[in-house]
C-alpha cells in the first residue's frame, strides 16, 4: 500500500483555499501539490466541519471550473500557450 503524502499545516491550508475557489481547478492542485480529485476530498472532509463540507461538495459537484477539461479558464495557461 501507497503511503500518504504528509502535508505541513500550511500546504493542508493551502490545498482547502484552493479546492474552495471555484475556479481553481482540481487538475490545477493535483499539479502543485501531486494529490488526486479523491485526496483533495479526504482533506477537505477532515479539516471542515461536516455541514461546510457537504455545501463545499454539493457546489464543486459537476461544476465545469473545478474540472480544467471541460473548464473555459484560461488561468492556468502557460506562458508559451496564446489564448
Given amino acids: 500500500m501507497k ?3 504528509q502535508f ?10 484552493m479546492a474552495w475557489e471555484d475556479r481553481t481547478p482540481f487538475e490545477a ?16 472532509r477532515s479539516e471542515m466541519k ?16 473545478k474540472h480544467s477539461q471541460t473548464s473555459f479558464s484560461h488561468r492556468f495557461k502557460s506562458a508559451n500557450q496564446k489564448g
Fill in 29 to 44: 492542485i493535483h499539479k502543485q501539490f501531486g494529490i488526486k480529485e479523491s485526496q483533495v476530498r479526504r482533506i477537505m
Fill in 8 to 17: 505541513t499545516p500550511s500546504e493542508i491550508d493551502r490545498i482547502v483555499e
Fill in 50 to 65: 461536516s455541514s461546510s463540507f457537504r455545501m463545499w461538495r454539493e457546489r464543486v459537484s459537476g461544476r465545469k471550473t
Fill in 3 to 5: 503511503k500518504a503524502k
